[in-house]
């Protein structure tokens, strides 16, 4: 059964780096998003993305981070200058042909700020 | 935004029980979608609900979209070990739908 698959499945990085994180969502899904979960709560939306632009977004989506699908087939979250807070799983997800299509998860990247 | 509630927050319950869990919303939704999260994995997709009044079956879980359309419930019949995790609904979100907003989950342990 086709799956999201996302790297790496742990970056440690410090305060105030870049990072990447990289997701493959299901080949012929047409939405794709990023959610995070903060250890032990619940699962967070952060952006959509349909037809190579943002449909929405979150407060929490502020201008530290941005995403692109830079061919057919990644689709990236960064984080421009990372925060102790921003520590959390990252969690891509994809969707068919709607918008209230069920979202698939990939198994998710935990990202640790120190 | 659209606020889900689920109950219980947690529940302990004997291998082979029967598990009842509920989701409510501030606001009437369009589709439901019921996933479940082992430790260090991403939410697994178990159930998806379209229209008020459904009620779907995965094996042995049982969901239903409520008739209000605020809300819906999951149940589990004869629980086995691989049940624990935590279960979270999920509703449309955001100004036009076009995202998923999830509730804190139900935690679930299956005693042997």
């Known amino acids: 059964e086709p799956e999201v698959t996302q790297t790496p499945s742990h970056q440690v990085t410090q305060m105030g780096q870049e990072v990447i994180l990289r997701c493959v969502p299901i080949s012929n899904h047409l939405y794709f998003y990023w959610y995070r979960q903060i250890l032990g709560q619940k699962v967070e939306f952060l952006v959509s993305?349909?037809?190579?632009?943002?449909?929405?977004k979150s407060e929490i989506f502020d201008d530290q981070f941005s995403v692109e699908r830079p061919d057919g087939s990644n689709f990236t979250l960064k984080i421009r200058s990372t925060k102790l807070e921003d520590s959390a799983m990252y969690f891509c997800?994809?969707?068919?042909?709607?918008?209230?299509?069920?979202?698939?998860f990939g198994n998710g990247t935990r990202l640790t700020v120190t | 935004g659209q606020q889900l509630n689920q109950s219980p927050q947690s529940m302990f319950i004997q291998e082979g029980e029967d598990v009842s869990m509920n989701c409510t919303s501030s606001s009437i939704f369009n589709t439901w979608l019921w996933y479940k999260q082992d430790p260090g994995e991403g939410p697994v997709l178990l159930i998806a609900l379209y229209k008020a009044g459904e009620l779907t079956s995965n094996g042995r879980l049982t969901a239903q979209f409520g008739i209000t359309r605020k809300d819906s419930f999951l149940n589990i019949s004869a629980s086995i070990p691989s049940d624990v995790g935590i279960y979270f609904c999920a509703g449309p979100g955001g100004s036009y739908g076009q995202n998923f907003v999830f509730g804190p989950g139900t935690r679930l342990s299956v005693l042997p």
């Open positions: 997800a994809s969707s068919g042909d709607s918008y209230n299509s069920p979202l698939h």
């Open positions: 993305f349909y037809n190579n632009e943002i449909s929405e």
